[in-house]
């Protein structure tokens, strides 16, 4: 869960771009950018609070065993949210045993909320 106002203050300062490009893949900075204004800051925050959801699943904080952008929110047209792992982030929910992942995403009240569910077995791709 985070703060929609804390993270659009962050990407609207001088030093915004810089924390997108280290936290957010080109893909999601593309996604987020392209909803406008007003929606803008609610796409960032939740992708932020996803972000935290899988890090905490995985039990590494970012860090050692995983990196920000190792881990991305992908949304195909007509398709639900999910969540793609590549790196230490792959490795380390491999290690865990987890084969897939289930993410919903929600925001309102100035808030966005994240929840992550893993389940065992192989990497779905």
Known sequence: MTEIARIERIIDASYGPRFAARVF???????????????????????????????????????????????????EPGQPPSVTLQGRALATAQRAGFGSFAL????GGGIAVAFVAAARGPIQA
């Open 104 to 107: 919903s995403l929600s925001h």
């Open 25 to 75: 893949t080109e893909g999601e900075r593309a996604y987020c950018e392209a909803r406008g204004p007003r929606r803008r800051a609610e796409s960032y925050a939740v992708r932020f609070a996803a972000k935290e959801a899988v890090l905490k699943l995985l039990g590494t904080g970012a860090g050692p065993g995983a990196r920000w952008r190792e881990i991305e929110v992908v949304r």
